[in-house]
């Protein structure tokens, strides 16, 4: 199973990004799949998760200025960014937890920076 982060880039403070996921794989359905980030010096975070059934949690941080959406059919999960500040720069994770046949396991995928000038 792979997951492919694309999206990423720079932008200036109140702008948008749109992050996207691509999860591969043979069988592969994941369960959960959302967003992480770290940022310079700080531990990973969250920053929103969504299940295949369409439930969605976001950080407290996020609330109102992201959404996070998916493509089921392409096993494919988005982060619409809106809003952007300058303490959102970070490296963004996409993280997916799922099974391929009776195995179930955490994904990660190779991570995508996101950086918010003043």
């Known amino acids: 199973v792979q997951l492919q982060a694309s999206g990423g880039g720079l932008v200036q403070a109140g702008g948008s990004l749109r992050l996207s996921c691509a999860a591969s794989?043979?069988?592969?359905?994941?369960?959960?799949m959302g967003w992480y980030r770290q940022a310079p010096g700080k531990q990973r975070e969250l920053v929103a998760g969504?299940?295949?059934?369409?439930?969605?949690n976001y950080a407290d941080f996020v609330k109102g200025r992201f959404t996070i959406f998916s493509d089921n059919a392409k096993n494919t999960v988005y982060l619409q960014m809106n809003g952007l500040k300058p303490e959102d720069t970070a490296v963004f994770y996409c993280?997916?937890?799922?099974?391929?046949?009776?195995?179930?396991?955490?994904?990660w995928g190779q991570g995508t920076q996101v950086t918010v000038s003043s």
């Open positions: 794989g043979r069988s592969f359905r994941y369960y959960i």
């Open positions: 993280h997916a937890t799922g099974v391929v046949g009776d195995f179930v396991n955490d994904y």
């Open positions: 969504i299940t295949a059934g369409g439930s969605t």
